[in-house]
């Protein structure tokens, strides 16, 4: 059976349709069909959930922000996305990891992650001068600059992007994993539907089809880039 996907994501029912001839089982809601959709689908959606809670710095969630500094306010909690697709605001919660803070404005200076107890601790009372923001803390879903700005400064961030759930409840939504997970993925679920099937042999077969293959695809994905030639 030819795989319907190459580099692009599968929808929910897309992956759903691929499954149910992977497995020449009927998926529907009549109770004659083999296996329920909602079961299939929650099958899926657990597979997805295992795969990303494996790590936070899956290259296909980097993302980048900008942000415009105030004169005097230390605290941003709203973000502009530059990067994979532009999208007008963001705020912490919608953020994985931060990565990195570059003020590009004039010189420009990469700013330094400080312990936000620390950062208060330096600035404080007359200590606290507005300046060219050298340092960062993330306190409460903000970001906090240190010194507090004394201008507008044009603020860039990467971090990593927190994965969308918007296809748990729009089956025709991509579903927002790199698409190299797809195959392991569908493997976790042919192995769900034999355990439901009470099968073990093949269900084992196929889980350990999925630990191989995203064990392998995660190490190739988040290794450190190599400047050797």
Same mark, same amino acid.
Not at 44 to 64: D, M, N, T
Not at 121 to 137: E, M, R
């Given at each position: 059976?030819?795989?319907?996907?190459? +580099?692009a994501?599968?929808?929910?029912a897309?992956?759903?349709? &691929?499954? !149910?001839?992977?497995?020449?089982?009927?998926? !529907? &809601?009549d109770?004659?069909?083999?296996?329920?959709?909602?079961?299939?689908?929650?099958?899926?959606?657990?597979? &997805?959930?295992?795969?990303?809670?494996?790590?936070?710095?899956?290259?296909?969630? *980097?993302?980048?922000?900008? &942000?415009t500094?105030?004169?005097? *306010?230390?605290?941003? /909690?709203?973000?502009?996305?530059?990067?994979?697709?532009?999208?007008?605001?963001?705020? @912490?919660?919608?953020?994985?990891?931060?990565?990195? @803070? %570059?003020?590009?404005? /004039?010189?420009?200076?990469?700013?330094?992650?400080?312990?936000?107890?620390?950062?208060?601790?330096?600035? %404080?009372?007359?200590?606290?001068?507005?300046?060219?923001?050298?340092?960062?803390?993330?306190?409460?879903?903000?970001? +906090?600059?240190?010194?507090?700005?004394?201008?507008?400064?044009?603020?860039?961030?990467?971090?990593?992007?927190?994965?969308?759930?918007?296809?748990?409840?729009?089956?025709?939504?991509?579903?927002?994993?790199?698409?190299?997970?797809?195959?392991?993925?569908? /493997?976790? %679920?042919?192995?769900?539907?034999?355990?439901?099937?009470?099968?073990?042999?093949?269900?084992?077969?196929y889980?350990?089809?999925?630990?191989?293959? %995203?064990?392998?695809?995660? !190490?190739?994905?988040?290794?450190?880039?190599?400047?050797?030639?």
């Amino acid at each position: 059976m030819p795989i319907p996907f190459q +580099n692009a994501n599968l929808t929910l029912a897309q992956m759903r349709t &691929f499954i !149910g001839e992977l497995s020449d089982l009927d998926i !529907g &809601f009549d109770e004659n069909d083999d296996i329920s959709t909602d079961l299939v689908d929650g099958f899926i959606k657990e597979g &997805f959930q295992k795969i990303v809670a494996l790590s936070q710095r899956y290259p296909y969630y *980097q993302s980048i922000y900008q &942000f415009t500094t105030v004169n005097n *306010q230390r605290t941003y /909690n709203s973000f502009s996305q530059t990067q994979p697709v532009s999208v007008t605001t963001k705020t @912490l919660t919608d953020i994985q990891s931060v990565v990195a @803070l %570059v003020n590009q404005t /004039n010189n420009g200076n990469a700013l330094v992650y400080i312990d936000q107890a620390r950062a208060e601790s330096i600035w %404080v009372g007359t200590s606290d001068q507005a300046d060219i923001p050298a340092y960062f803390s993330i306190w409460a879903n903000q970001i +906090n600059l240190w010194p507090k700005p004394n201008d507008a400064y044009l603020i860039i961030m990467r971090g990593f992007r927190i994965p969308s759930l918007s296809w748990f409840s729009d089956e025709n939504t991509s579903i927002d994993i790199d698409p190299q997970m797809q195959l392991p993925l569908i /493997n976790y %679920v042919m192995a769900r539907i034999f355990q439901f099937q009470e099968d073990p042999e093949m269900a084992n077969e196929y889980m350990r089809s999925f630990e191989k293959a %995203v064990a392998i695809i995660q !190490g190739q994905l988040t290794a450190p880039s190599s400047n050797r030639q």
